[in-house]
């Protein structure tokens, strides 16, 4: 067990203040594995210090990389000394799938270990498969094992998605940069993420063109060289920090971040009667004396609604005027802070892949329980509005993709303590 694995939150508290925005936690998690396609150096910038970065550092340790992480991470994978990737970690995180590139060109073979991930469905790895399989690679399940064989030349060709994967898009576009000839990727997920990964990549001499749209042209390279890079700003956490000024009638300023990667979150803040104003590198939400409307939120691939967002409405549409339906289309599971919500007097109804919510003037604080990443972060925003105490159990969730989070939002006002 986790040792002080409860925040005891006490609220209400408006939530008001400037917050520094970490780097990318999904882009960060990325380009740490696929740096092992090159044995020269690489520093990054704006690594954020959350867990699963913690794990991918412990993985990586363990196959005998050297990371230093005193300044800026620097990582030099010129003495790998491992290929049979079973170390337990990997279990932990859906990011260590993206040991497969590594595996596939460094080696030539080897076995990984089936990665893991939040329990918010059941996470398939069937694209990234299909995917290397049409770059020629041999590559099959051996029980929770995938198993790569001797590798015949990678030869580029037109691969075409019949579902959009943001994990399976970053595998084939990184193992394609070395591939013979020229990879098209159709219905290519669009994610911010995928297009900061592509500029690392090319930073490397890939040559990776238009990363970010759904069709995307890789160009084989022999080898890939070491360079020093700055992670893209976490566009997750900005849009939980502006909606912690929203339902908390605060006003919160987010500042090293990237507005332009946020048009439909911020679009529909904005119709929740939040007023918003943004420069080069931050956006700011007011929510003093405005009253908050429920919004229809349809969660869809990039540039759609984001899934890691919609928990965080789940909440908004909790406590504020008229009701609304949250329709998740992305993950099978991703619902389990609705009765967590109901507990705290939420009137949340689930039907199928829809939550039919009716608003309420308040909430009130109870003992519930964090089940995963962005539900953890929603039920502590709800702990901060909630009259009262609440007992957030197992919140350990929470530390794995959101930085320094209890004295960041305490910064806010927010009155939060580890019990
Ligand atoms: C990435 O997960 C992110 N994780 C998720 O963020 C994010 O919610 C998700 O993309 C969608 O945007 C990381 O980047 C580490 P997918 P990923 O492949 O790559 C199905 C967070 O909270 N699918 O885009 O696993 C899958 O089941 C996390 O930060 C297959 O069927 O997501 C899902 O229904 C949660 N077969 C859909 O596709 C596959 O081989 C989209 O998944 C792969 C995915």
């Known amino acids: 067990m986790y040792y002080m694995n409860k925040f005891r939150i006490l609220g209400p508290k408006k939530l008001k203040g400037k917050i520094k925005i970490s780097g990318s936690k999904n882009s960060a998690l990325a380009i740490i594995f696929i740096s092992l396609l090159t044995e020269k150096p ?21 196959l005998g990389v050297k990371i230093d992480r005193r300044e800026f991470m620097k990582i030099d994978s010129s003495k790998i000394c491992n290929k049979f990737f079973s170390c337990s970690l990997i279990k932990y995180i859906r990011a260590s799938i993206w040991l497969l590139p590594a595996i596939i060109i460094r080696w030539g073979s080897g076995e990984l270990l089936l990665p893991g991930g939040c329990s918010i469905g059941n996470r398939p790895v069937d694209l990234h498969i299909w995917g290397l399989k049409e770059l020629g690679v041999k590559i099959k399940f051996n029980r929770n094992y995938l198993k790569i064989d001797s590798i015949n030349k990678l030869i580029g060709k037109t691969i075409c998605f019949n579902k959009i994967s943001v994990g399976a898009t970053i595998t084939v576009m990184s193992v394609a940069t070395l591939a013979y000839g020229i990879t098209i990727i159709k219905n290519a997920a669009r994610d911010p993420e995928i297009i900061d990964i592509a500029n690392f990549l090319n930073k490397l001499g890939a040559k990776i063109i238009n990363a970010g749209e759904s ?55 904005q119709f929740t009667g939040a007023k918003i104003t943004y420069g080069q590198d931050w956006v700011r939400l007011n929510m003093i004396d405005k009253c908050l ?11 759609s609604f984001p899934t890691d967002m919609q ?29 967590e919500f109901i507990k705290m007097g939420a009137r949340l109804k689930i039907k199928n892949n829809k939550i039919i919510c009716h608003g309420v003037k308040k909430l009130i604080g109870n003992k519930v329980n964090a089940t ?45 303590e580890c019990i």
């Open 311 to 339: 928990s965080q409405f789940t909440l908004l549409n909790s406590v504020s005027n008229g009701s609304s339906i949250i329709t998740e289309n992305i993950f099978e599971n991703r619902f389990m802070h609705v009765a």
């Open 215 to 269: 069709k995307i042209i890789i160009v084989g390279v022999k080898y890939l060289k070491g360079c020093i890079y700055s992670i893209m700003s976490d566009r997750i956490e900005t849009g939980t920090f502006l909606t912690a000024a929203a339902v908390s009638g605060g006003d919160v300023l987010c500042y090293n971040t990237c507005v332009s990667n946020l048009k439909i979150v911020l679009k529909k803040l």
């Open 293 to 303: 409307r429920s919004v229809n939120i349809n969660t869809a691939p990039y540039p």
């Open 372 to 416: 995963d990443l962005r539900s953890s972060i929603s039920l502590v925003l709800a702990g901060c509005i909630a009259d009262g105490i609440t007992v957030v159990k197992n919140i350990h969730h929470i530390y794995r993709g959101y930085e320094s989070i209890k004295n960041k939002l305490n910064s806010l006002g927010a009155v939060i």
């Open 42 to 62: 690489i520093t990054l910038k704006n690594v954020p210090y959350i867990q699963d970065i913690d794990i991918a550092i412990k993985i990586l340790t363990k």
